[in-house]
């Protein structure tokens, strides 16, 4: 399970790539936790390597913050996989911060980056920062509670400790192996109005679903859309769903006609998996 804000779980779909970009921090951004993936380059064969090409790219920051003290990579253990950490301390306005990047190669073609960032003043970022690394794991079914105030999360391939106060992210994006069916999950603190994409609507067809725990309003179309002067048609589908505290989850799909019954698959799948905890 994936989760989200205001305690909303959800099972993502099955075989479909997550392009969500899992950012967990507060509402002032002073602290923060960030997993991203990415494509090892060439030129690179370790994770230094990468830490190499961006440290390079840091250097060049100076010209608008000569402050700017970048640390040397160092290699350590993220999880159970070998990575190296870079650190850098820099300003914004008054505001001074920290910020670790840590790189792991995941397999010959991709790799992970975790970035930590907190205020240059927090005395127990060394030791939160190594907590966070060393807790990185594969994903699991379900964010599980740990303990000295921190919380287990699911980002993507793998899940990870985090700070038990950073909010985890509220949009969740995924995509089919071609990258033609998209799926969205949206979480809202309160019910917000939903628009439809600019274009003509056709065969517009609303229900709501009765369920156990709340009525779900399911609302499906069709639209012709112009793709390089070829007319396609696309699919979609969405739906609303309301607790009681008014936190509201969108969950939107959309895929070529020809493509429906894959993102009607996932739609329904993810759709009853909503919850909150």
């Known amino acids: 399970m994936l989760a989200g804000p205001f305690r909303v779980v959800f099972e993502p779909p099955p075989d479909f790539k997550d392009w969500t970009h899992y950012s967990f921090t507060e509402t002032a ?21 990468i830490l190499v090409q961006r440290q390079g790219e840091l250097v060049d920051l ?19 996989i070998p990575g190296a950490v870079l650190s850098f301390t820099a300003r914004e306005v008054h505001y001074q911060f920290r910020e670790w990047w840590a790189v792991a190669l995941l ?10 960032h907190t205020s240059a003043l927090n005395a127990a970022a060394g030791e939160r920062l190594q907590r966070i690394l060393s807790s990185v794991g594969p994903g699991e079914n379900s964010p599980q509670r740990s303990v000295r105030r921190f919380v287990r999360r699911r980002a993507g391939r793998i899940s ?16 089919s192996s071609e990258g033609d069916v998209r799926l969205d999950v949206r979480i809202h603190e309160h019910r917000t109005v939903w628009k439809f994409p600019p274009g003509e609507i056709l065969d517009r067809h609303a229900e709501v679903v009765e369920t156990d725990d709340m009525p779900i309003a399911i609302t499906s179309f069709a639209m012709i859309r112009d793709f390089a002067g070829e007319e396609q048609r696309w ?3 969405r739906s609303e769903l309301v607790f009681d505290d008014g936190v509201t989850v969108h969950v939107d799909g959309e895929a070529p006609s020809e493509r429906s019954a894959i993102l009607h698959a996932a739609f329904r799948r993810v759709v009853a998996s909503v919850q909150q905890e």
């Open 29 to 49: 951004q002073r602290e923060l936790v960030s997993v991203g993936y990415g494509n090892v380059p060439n030129s690179a064969e370790t994770a230094r390597d």
């Open 235 to 237: 699919t979609y589908r």
């Open 62 to 80: 100076r010209e608008y913050d000569p402050a700017l003290a970048i640390e040397p990579i160092s290699n350590m253990m993220i999880g159970t």
């Open 160 to 175: 990870l400790d985090v700070p038990e106060r950073l909010i985890p992210p509220s949009v969740f994006s995924f995509a």
């Open 107 to 116: 397999d010959r073609v991709s790799y992970i980056q975790i970035i930590y």
